[in-house]
Nanobody
Framework: QVQLDESGGGLVQPGGSLRLSCAAS????????MGWYRQAPGKQRELVAA???????NYADSVKGRFTISRDNAKNTVYLEMNSLKPEDTAVYYC?????????WGQGTQVTVSS
């Protein structure tokens, strides 16, 4: 089985920063994709950023230039550095992993951007 353990969410003021972490454990294959998704109240879950084992990345247009995704393959851990946060970034953020055609999800961590 695969388990994804997220951390780093919280309350931050507009313009502030947060760093999310997600550690994958269990049966993790060498080639995989890890990423972050978010779901705001009344909205569908959307991709925020993703990265492959080989280092390729992609971002939602709404976060380009503000968020940075990175990973440590040796630790099976992915990070999301979020800067210049806006109220519209408020959502539950989920860590996801895709390997061998199967999706796995973390439990989610709340990010709230408010004055």
């Amino acid at each position: 089985q695969v388990q994804l353990d997220e951390s780093g969410g919280g309350l931050v003021q507009p313009g502030g920063s947060l760093r999310l972490s997600c550690a994958a454990s269990g049966s993790i294959f060498r080639a995989n994709v890890m990423g972050w998704y978010r779901q705001a109240p009344g909205k569908q879950r959307e991709l925020v950023a993703a990265t492959t084992t080989g280092g390729s990345t992609n971002y939602a247009d709404s976060v380009k230039g503000r968020f940075t995704i990175s990973r440590d393959n040796a630790k099976n851990t992915v990070y999301l550095e979020m800067n210049s946060l806006k109220p519209e970034d408020t959502a539950v953020y989920y860590c996801g992993l895709l390997q061998r055609g199967v999706d796995y999800w973390g439990q989610g961590t709340q990010v709230t951007v408010s004055s």
